[in-house]
T-cell receptor, first 117, second 111 residues
Framework: GAVVSQHPSRVICKSGTSVKIECRSLDFQATTMFWYRQFPKQSLMLMATSNEGSKATYEQGVEKDKFLINHASLTLSTLTVTSAHPEDSSFYIC?????????????FGEGSWLTVV | SQQGEEDPQALSIQEGENATMNCSYKTSINNLQWYRQNSGRGLVHLILIRSNEREKHSGRLRVTLDTSKKSSSLLITASRAADTASYFCATDYQGAQKLVFGQGTRLTINP
């Protein structure tokens, strides 16, 4: 079964509104989670690193005020797309690693399809 | 950009044939991973190869790694229709848990 759960799997929102996507690690605690965005037929692009108990680290070109990340517990990170626009429509996917260090399997959520109309 | 490249971008073969996908990356790595993604779904981890390994097998999958050329290949033997998906390589960026993905190869297995 899935070890990383995302919710919702699909969401449609009106332009100008905000939408929240949740990423939960089900069987382990994760001090760090990662958020990626994937446009149709393209690869995954890392948006930000979500750090439990501290501010997220954003990749270059990603607006921190538009994509709010909160990592309030060791099993939950949320991504809020604020004032969404049609160009924000994309597949958002999170990942988490149950152990520190390199060389360990990273688990991905099933992703969330966001459509802004 | 740190993102790597994969080729071919698309590959269509007959069921039973072998499929080979290649991946190149730009920075030094600790490990390289291959993932599969069915259309509109999340990623499924296939195999991880460490920088000090040259070849690794898992069932019908064979992965090679050439750190001198900064390249890797994924071979799927005796392909099945269910192998139809996009395949991505990913490297650990600066030794962290975050991954840098290649552009992906869209594999179609024709019955």
């Amino acid at each position: 079964g899935a070890v990383v759960s995302q919710h919702p799997s699909r969401v449609i929102c009106k332009s100008g509104t905000s939408v929240k996507i949740e990423c939960r690690s089900l069987d382990f605690q994760a001090t760090t989670m990662f958020w990626y965005r994937q446009f149709p037929k393209q690869s995954l692009m890392l948006m930000a690193t979500s750090n439990e108990g501290s501010k997220a680290t954003y990749e270059q070109g990603v607006e921190k005020d538009k994509f709010l990340i909160n990592h309030a517990s060791l099993t939950l990170s949320t991504l809020t797309v604020t004032s969404a626009h049609p160009e924000d429509s994309s597949f958002y996917i999170c990942s988490a690693n149950p152990m520190r260090g390199t060389g360990n399997t990273i688990y991905f959520g099933e992703g969330s399809w966001l459509t802004v109309v | 950009s740190q993102q790597g490249e994969e080729d071919p971008q698309a590959l269509s073969i007959q069921e039973g044939e072998n499929a080979t996908m290649n991946c190149s990356y730009k920075t030094s790595i600790n490990n390289l991973q291959w993932y599969r993604q069915n259309s509109g779904r999340g990623l499924v981890h296939l195999i991880l190869i460490r920088s000090n390994e040259r070849e690794k097998h898992s069932g019908r999958l064979r992965v090679t790694l050439d750190t001198s050329k900064k390249s890797s290949s994924l071979l799927i033997t005796a392909s099945r229709a269910a192998d139809t998906a996009s395949y991505f390589c990913a490297t650990d960026y600066q030794g962290a848990q975050k991954l840098v993905f290649g552009q992906g190869t869209r594999l179609t297995i024709n019955p």
